[in-house]
């Protein structure tokens, strides 16, 4: 049984959702695992981390910047996984090569994979349904519904059903 971090920076919440999900499957498969905002989180005392992110215009939260740059040294020597989280809208087929940089900081990930991070995914996100500004509200308005929260609960379970394997093998 491990004690997990689950630290996440989030503007609107829904990362915060996911963070929570991925906590409460690594509860149900036995672990000790509580969510916490990384702003306000250390990773001293527990044995791995899952460190998350909303992702705006291509880059992770402060907090989430912050907490992977302050623990690094804490995170080189445990395991730990990162999620970015954002895309939504409709798919785009024709999306250019390097549209990845949108979805996941590629200096983060560079960071991350230093540190010997054992994964690195993107889960969908949720368009703020509280618009705070005109491209927020923008946003909303011009996204159809069914595009609007692409968060995927088993895709997200799953992902954490293989963090909690790694921790028991
Ligand atoms: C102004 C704005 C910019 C965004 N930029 C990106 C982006 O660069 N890449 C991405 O994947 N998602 C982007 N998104 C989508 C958000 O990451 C998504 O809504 C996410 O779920 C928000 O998470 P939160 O509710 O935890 O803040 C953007 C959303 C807004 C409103």
Redesign the pocket.
């Known amino acids: 049984m491990a004690h997990v971090l689950v630290a996440y920076a ?7 959702e996911i963070a929570e999900a991925i906590a409460g499957e690594l509860r149900a498969r036995g672990h000790v695992a509580e969510a916490a905002e990384a702003g306000h989180a250390t990773a001293d005392g527990f044995d791995a981390v899952v460190l998350g992110s ?5 880059r992770w939260r402060r907090e989430a910047r912050h907490f992977l740059s302050h623990e690094r040294d804490r995170l080189a020597a445990m395991p730990f996984w990162v999620f970015s ?4 809208g409709e798919p785009k087929p024709d999306a250019p090569p390097d549209d990845d940089k ?2 996941e900081p590629r200096k983060v990930i560079e960071q991350a994979e230093a540190l010997g991070v054992r994964e690195h995914v993107v889960f969908g ?4 349904q509280d618009p705070g500004n005109f ?2 509200r923008a ?1 909303l308005q011009n996204t159809p519904e069914e595009y609007q929260d692409l968060r995927d609960w088993d895709e997200i379970r799953a992902w954490a059903d293989r963090i909690a394997d790694a921790l028991s093998a």
Not at 125 to 128: D, K, L, M, S
């Open positions: 989030t503007k609107h919440q829904s990362t915060a909303a992702t705006y215009a291509g989280s954002g895309p939504i949108w979805l996100g949720h368009v703020p491209v927020e946003m």
